[in-house]
């Protein structure tokens, strides 16, 4: 319904800083590999993106380029990281959520819709908090993006992965269809499968005091995360709606100034003007706590889940190894395939210690940049919290002071 | 006919009592149908009523809503003792600052408190305490407490009504009845919706009295006193819907909807037509600003709820978080969002108590103003029937000129005579009700501005007093979140 083309430049980006989002991550940019999301168009039912590249490495041809990207090409990339065994040791960066603007598209529907019912007036406010709506949900979906390509281009060993160089070059389509509804039903039962294996795994208890700690947390922190993800979300859609109550309000009382015989018109058209602006901020903000609480526990909703898919390709290790040493002792007591055995269980064992290894730094990593993110966020919100209350505060205190003035 | 011509003929006497200071008050003509105050309707219960426990749910939204107007005998004339210095429905000008002066330093207080229930089940009902404080010397006495049931509120409304709402006085209603709301208290749900309403209908008693008191006629009138003093009251059964009473208001209301249709009135007086299109305007936004306000406390009260839901488990996951200093904060932040919720939760009861009750009386009061030009309509209607009638006794008498039968011609004349007198009384009533209703809106106009200055003034007040913790508590978080190392 809506063809927006928001790549006028300027227009779009213009509030934020050009520099990488990378809101909800501390990552410390490197010269030899910079990418970022340069621009977005919204189409009729796809999001394109401009996915920028700055690179001093001498695998790719130029040292900047662009391509567009679509949603379900960043979802085959994140996929090909899953699936590829060598990656097993690594949190995963979260794969960014699909872009969804049903919600908004039905609302502006419903209001060309129902445009004879309101007066003009009402009819483009309405019109402009829908249209702010959307262009929100848009910067969003562009940033969290941009984050997993961030993500990705400061892990040491993900940044080289060839699949990705490609992603960033190829300046063609990749042709990458979405799962058809076999392969989706294929993706559930692996996923059955893994759930119920995972609880297996889960249930042997670890040598290490290390993971075994951190098995503990991450089931417990994920669980709690995800609540808390769900109850912001919530508390939110109630601040909004009482915000657009407080729009409803302003209009009305502009009408009741217009038309008041007394001198409660003057009175009226000041207390609408005020409320046309404590609604603005209260709207604001909303938006903020959106951004940075909201934001903040979904995303790390997604990263706990990732750290525990490695705990679980670890624990699948573990269970290997074992078994691998199991299936040693029985051959060397039989005296058959011994040698078979023997290079079983060196593999398995590598496997496990490698992934144990890169593991454990992957969970360090993984607290140091949760730590960091929740302090940057809960100090912006705190400060844009403050910002916005002062603002109101001072906006209340003076249309006071004039009303108190006037009689 | 002759009922209403006696009781014109009084409500005449009233006025020129009143009315002007230049004549002379007629008292020695107010031969009072002293009616005492207890013979007002059926004594009691009605044993076999089956319906005497039945309430009626009136909507807001019926536009031709009529007040309950008291069926007992002709309004009850008791002499009052006039203080002389407040003459209040003086016309000069000059004397107006007078009476605003005196509406000023208006010295009374009405409280309604403490509400108890009496009895159990269906049969139950709440009792309200009535207080008044006032140094005013039409009052026995400077304080006076006294029980009052929600159905003498409604008595009362109603005979005030039936008293003063002819005659172009804007009678505050009363406020209005509910039988969900009731039902559940009755039934004995200790829940808070039940607290929530009887709060509600308390200080909506309260507000009710108060808007009473402030009109000086009827801060003067033998019912309101009594209402306020004695300590017992007769029950006000006419209030109920499926009574006799009931029924014959449902009659004569629907009459007066089609005699509304059928008088159509040749407007004189551009003020009342501007004044008529006024308050309907203002009644389609005030009604408007009410839902948008009802919605507000709504979402509000829903805000307080998912933000105490959150807090909850922020601190949950503040628990669980294993780095100590964020798991400090995250228990800090859950701390100020509980504080918030209280925030959210008081202003949504500023939202309501303040914002959403006043729109709802307002609403209320405006269909008693438009209810009052209607009551002009009708007298204009009766004024006009009365001159046709004269006009066909007049023709009559002509023809009875040339049928000599003096006796007939003689009747004719004496009905000539009769007409004559009820069309000049017709004038002086719709003259006087038209004088009532420009100073009774020009009075209502300034209580309305009153009114909805102060309330959103309290308001803004609460709305900066909200922003003005939400800065403390946000203040205080700050050096937590950056003390996360």
Redesign the interface.
């Known amino acids: 319904m809506m063809q927006e083309g928001l790549d006028d430049g300027p227009d779009f980006l213009s509030e934020e800083d050009r520099g990488p989002r990378a809101v909800n991550v501390d990552l410390q940019t490197d010269a030899t590999l910079q990418v970022d999301i340069s621009d977005a168009l919204s189409e009729r039912d796809k999001v394109k993106f401009t996915v920028h590249t700055k690179s001093t490495l001498p695998n790719f041809k130029q040292n900047e380029f662009s391509v567009v990207r679509q949603h379900e090409e960043f979802i085959w990339l994140h996929d090909s990281f899953v699936e590829n065994e060598e990656y097993a040791g690594y949190i995963i960066p979260p794969a960014p959520p699909r872009p969804d603007f049903d919600a908004s598209r039905e609302k502006l529907q419903k209001l060309g819709e129902g445009e004879g019912s309101m007066t003009k007036e009402e009819f483009t406010k309405m019109k402009q908090e829908l249209e702010a709506e959307y262009l929100a949900i848009f910067k969003k979906t562009v940033a969290m993006h941009e984050v997993f390509l961030c993500r990705v281009a400061a892990h040491p060993v993900l940044r080289k992965d060839l699949n990705f160089h490609v992603f960033l070059e190829y300046n063609q389509d990749l042709s990458v269809r979405g799962k058809n509804k076999k392969e989706k039903l294929e993706d559930f039962f692996k996923n059955v499968v893994k759930s119920a294996d995972g609880v297996l795994v889960a249930g042997v208890k670890d040598v290490d005091d290390f993971f075994e700690?951190e098995k503990t947390?991450l089931l417990?922190?994920h669980n709690?995360?995800k609540?808390?993800s769900a109850?912001?979300d919530?508390?939110i859609?109630?601040?909004k709606?009482?915000a657009d109550?407080?729009n409803?309000?302003a209009s009305?009382?502009y009408?009741?100034g217009t038309?008041?015989?007394?001198?409660?018109c003057k009175?009226f058209l000041k207390?609408s003007e005020?409320f046309e602006k404590?609604r603005k901020i209260e709207a604001r903000v909303a938006a903020d706590e959106d951004l940075k609480l909201a934001d903040l526990l979904k995303y790390y909703l997604r990263e706990s889940q990732a750290a525990k898919d490695l705990l679980y390709r670890r624990g699948r290790a573990l269970v290997d190894y074992e078994n691998a040493n199991k299936g040693l002792d029985k051959a060397r007591a039989k005296n058959k395939d011994v040698l078979q055995a023997e290079t079983t269980q060196q593999v398995c064992c590598q496997k496990f210690e490698k992934i144990s290894e890169s593991a454990k730094q992957e969970l360090i990593d993984f607290?140091t940049r949760?730590?960091a993110a929740?302090?940057k966020n809960?100090?912006e919100?705190?400060?844009l919290?403050?910002k916005h209350?002062?603002g109101?505060?001072q906006l209340?205190?003076s249309?006071?002071g004039v009303?108190?003035g006037d009689? | 006919m002759s009922e209403e011509r006696g009781s014109s003929a009084q409500t005449e006497e009233d006025e020129d009592l009143f009315v002007s200071a230049m004549e002379s008050p007629e008292a020695a003509r107010l031969s009072a149908e002293d009616l005492s105050p207890s013979s007002n309707g059926p004594r009691d219960d009605d044993p076999d009523d089956l319906f005497a426990e039945a309430t009626e749910e009136v909507s807001l939204d019926s536009p031709e809503r009529q007040p309950i107007l008291s069926d007992g005998p002709s309004p009850a004339i008791t002499p009052v003792s006039i203080s002389p210095r407040v003459d209040v429905f003086d016309r000069s000008p000059d004397l107006d600052e007078e009476e605003e002066e005196n509406r000023d330093t208006f010295d009374i207080q009405i409280s309604v408190s403490d509400p108890e229930k009496v009895g159990d089940g269906m049969n139950a009902f709440m009792i309200y305490k009535v207080t008044t404080k006032t140094s005013l010397s039409i009052f026995s006495r400077d304080e006076v407490c006294v029980k009052r049931r929600f159905s003498d509120f409604l008595g009362l409304h109603s005979k005030l009504a039936s008293k003063y709402m002819h005659m172009g006085f804007i009678v505050p209603p009363a406020p209005e009845k509910s039988i969900v709301g009731m039902t559940k208290v009755k039934v004995g749900k200790e829940d808070l919706s039940s607290v929530e309403f009887v709060e509600k209908r308390r200080s909506a008693l309260e507000r009710y009295l108060l808007r009473t008191v402030k009109h000086p006629a009827l801060l003067k009138d033998p019912d309101v006193l009594q209402f306020l003093e004695s300590s017992e009251l007769p029950r006000a059964v006419s209030t109920q819907a499926l009574s006799g009473a009931g029924i014959l208001r449902m009659v004569n209301k629907a009459a007066d909807a089609v005699n509304k249709m059928t008088i159509k009135m040749n407007e004189s007086d551009a003020w009342f037509e501007e004044k008529q299109q006024?308050f309907e305007?203002?009644d389609v936004?005030?009604r408007?600003?009410h839902v948008?306000?009802e919605?507000?406390v709504c979402?509000?009260k829903?805000?307080s709820v998912?933000?105490a839901?959150?807090a909850k488990?922020?601190a949950?996951?503040g628990?669980?978080?294993?780095?100590t200093?964020?798991s400090r904060?995250?228990s800090q932040?859950a701390e100020v969002e509980e504080k918030i919720e209280q925030l959210h939760q008081e202003q949504a009861n500023a939202d309501f108590y303040l914002i959403s009750e006043l729109l709802g009386d307002y609403v209320r009061l405006i269909t008693a103003v438009r209810g009052v030009f209607d009551q002009r309509m009708k007298a204009w209607g009766k004024w006009q029937d009365a001159q046709l009638m004269l006009q066909r006794k007049r023709e009559a008498e002509a023809k009875l000129q040339y049928a000599s039968k003096p006796e007939k011609l003689q009747q004719a004349r004496d009905e000539i005579r009769e007409w004559e007198g009820k069309v000049q009384q017709g004038e002086r009533d719709f003259e006087q009700i038209s004088r009532n209703i420009r100073r009774e809106v020009g009075q209502f106009?300034k209580e309305?501005?009153k009114d909805?200055?102060v309330v959103?003034?309290k308001y803004?007040?609460s709305?900066?007093h909200s922003?003005?913790q939400?800065?403390k508590y946000?203040?205080a978080?700050?050096p937590e979140?950056?003390a996360?190392?």
């Open positions: 700690h947390f417990e922190y709690r995360v609540d808390a109850k912001s919530r508390k859609r109630s601040h709606n009482a109550d407080i409803r309000i009305t009382l009408t009741l038309q008041d015989s007394t001198d409660l009175f207390v005020l404590t607290k949760r730590v929740f302090r809960l100090v919100l705190a400060e919290e403050l209350a002062k109101n505060l209340l205190q249309c006071l009303l108190k009689t | 006024q305007n203002l936004q005030l408007k600003l948008s306000v919605s507000l979402h509000r829903e805000l998912n933000t839901l959150f488990s922020a949950m996951l628990n669980s978080e294993d780095h200093a964020l904060a995250l932040l106009e309305r501005v909805f200055r959103i003034m803004l007040e709305l900066v922003q003005q939400l800065i946000w203040e978080f700050l979140a950056k996360i190392a």
